[in-house]
């Protein structure tokens, strides 16, 4: 029998953090990490779990990334949330706070066009701050796999964030 009380107090922290990382407020943060845990009762009704930290991070960055998808398609705005006003800043001043907004918006938008792994990836190393070796003993896989995707995800989000940029000084011209 499972003892789901210590696994989500284990576990419940990185899940939590993942999802408000990927998510940026605690109300969808806060959903995602109830579906999260849902989804993984469910899966362990089906098959043993083996890595419940690794499962419940893929489930919550899935699940995450499900829910940017959602809104962006609810909203065409690139209107990025209250909570994101919050992030501290060096000098935070009006310039700066819409050039983050943006920034975070844009990223959002190019994260949810990444296939699953890639973003999953690009989420551990960069939100997580994990090394190589810790997605891929996390995720099961080689650690040259996880640089592989590491990679693929930097490169398709360069590329993207280069075709936004030129998009948007096409329209200032």
Known sequence: MID???IIEKHGPVVWQTAYRLLGNR???ADCFQETFVSALEFSRRQRIRNF???LIHL????AIDQLRKRFRRSDSNVASADWVAVPSKNPGPVQMAQQQELIARLRESLIQLPPAEAQVFCMRYLNDMS???IAKELGIKTNAAGV???RARAKLRKSFEVSTKEKNEVVL
């Open 149 to 151: 995707l590491l990679h």
């Open 132 to 134: 190589y070796r810790q």
């Open 4 to 6: 789901w009380q210590t």
């Open 27 to 29: 109300a969808d943060a």
């Open 60 to 63: 919550a960055t899935v699940r």
């Open 53 to 55: 930290s690794a499962l």
